[in-house]
């Protein structure tokens, strides 16, 4: 098993360097930290974690809840997470809260029993348990929110416009002709979903057609935009903008199921940009969510707040891309 002085042979710097990299690399120089870095993953070396922690009296361990595992979107962020996480020296537990307040509190209990280190959190709440913690260290609670933002939350969060997003996909389908445009929200209590609504309504109401604009609300899973756009076509619309992938597969499902195709007779629009929506049948068009980066930067943040190191940036907020495929086309 590679050793630590092995990482320092190999990067030609001296063991502390390597263990200042590993715990401190904010202050190393950048080119010395990427060979530093490259050596371990060449080696592949693995700190002594338990003993870290001894001489630290710190869990060198992240909790990262997800509101829904069995979400694909969420497996691209827990995976850039986990590499930053390794990066800087850390572990990472995940914990599924399932939408549920009280599996939230539970898992907020191991911060405040010291069982972690810090919480990534993905959903839309701060878990309650959490409030008095916030309130007594404030900025230097370790607790950073990731995808979802809210500044009522009051905590450092990584996440993109959702609102500009969502706008960009409706300004599309109003250049291919669309008029009568379905929406596929997700909850209401969501902070994305009333953004992305608010973006949509916007762009419709620039091209004079929000009084076009059907609105349902659905779950992200694919069997809720099933159900939404069964009732939406029944409506008369010609595109379906659905707030996530999984609700828009539902979507194409349903178009198919009345005999209808798509893009020829309806046109269906998603959100996230899964890897599987490349291959969709048709490819999906959506919005691309960098979703890696996303689970790196949550972490890069906490981790600034636990080092004690100054972030240039509270709230940081990603780039989205609009990528265009075969599921959207000029209405017929």
């Given at each position: ?6 990482v ?7 063991t ?12 190393v ?24 922690t ?5 869990a060198?361990?992240?909790l ?47 911060l405040?029993?010291r069982e ?56 599309h ?43 349902r ?6 069997r ?7 009732a ?9 903008f ?15 199921a ?10 269906v ?18 919005i ?23 972030s ?21």
């Amino acid at each position: 098993m590679p050793t630590i002085i092995d990482v320092a042979a190999r990067a030609g710097v001296s063991t502390a360097t390597v263990s200042r990299v590993l715990s401190q690399p904010d202050r190393v120089a950048e080119s010395t930290r990427h060979r530093v870095l490259e050596a371990v993953r060449a080696l592949g070396y693995r700190p002594n974690v338990a003993a870290r922690t001894l001489r630290t009296l710190r869990a060198a361990r992240i909790l990262l809840t997800v509101p829904d595992i069995s979400n694909p979107f969420f497996a691209s962020v827990i995976r850039g997470a986990e590499e930053a996480a390794r990066d800087a020296g850390y572990a990472v537990v995940v914990g599924d809260t399932r939408h549920d307040p009280e599996v939230e509190d539970q898992y907020a209990e191991m911060l405040s029993r010291r069982e972690v280190d810090g919480l990534i959190f993905l959903g839309h709440r701060l878990p309650a348990s959490l409030a008095p913690l916030l309130a007594q260290q404030g900025a230097a609670a370790p607790i950073v929110n990731g995808c979802e933002y809210s500044p009522d939350i009051g905590v450092p969060s990584v996440h993109i416009d959702n609102a500009a997003a969502s706008a960009a996909m409706v300004d599309h389908l109003v250049s291919l002709g669309h008029r009568a445009i379905g929406l596929v929200t997700g909850p209401a209590i969501s902070p994305i979903s009333r953004d992305r609504l608010a973006g949509a309504m916007a762009a419709a109401q620039r091209a004079g057609l929000a009084e076009q604009v059907a609105v349902r609300t659905g779950d992200y899973s694919a069997r809720s935009g099933f159900e939404q756009a069964a009732a939406l076509l029944d409506a008369g619309v010609t595109a379906l903008f659905c707030f996530s992938d999984e609700m828009a597969l539902g979507a194409i499902a349903a178009v198919a199921a009345r005999g209808l195709s798509c893009p020829g007779d309806i046109s269906v629009a998603g959100f996230d940009d899964l890897p599987l929506a490349r291959y969709f049948q048709p490819p999906l068009t959506t919005i691309a969510q960098p979703k890696a980066m996303i689970g790196r930067r949550t972490v890069e943040l906490l981790v600034a707040i636990l080092r004690n190191v100054k972030s240039p940036s509270r709230h940081v907020t990603l780039d989205h891309e609009l990528v265009v495929r075969g599921s959207t086309a000029r209405v017929p």
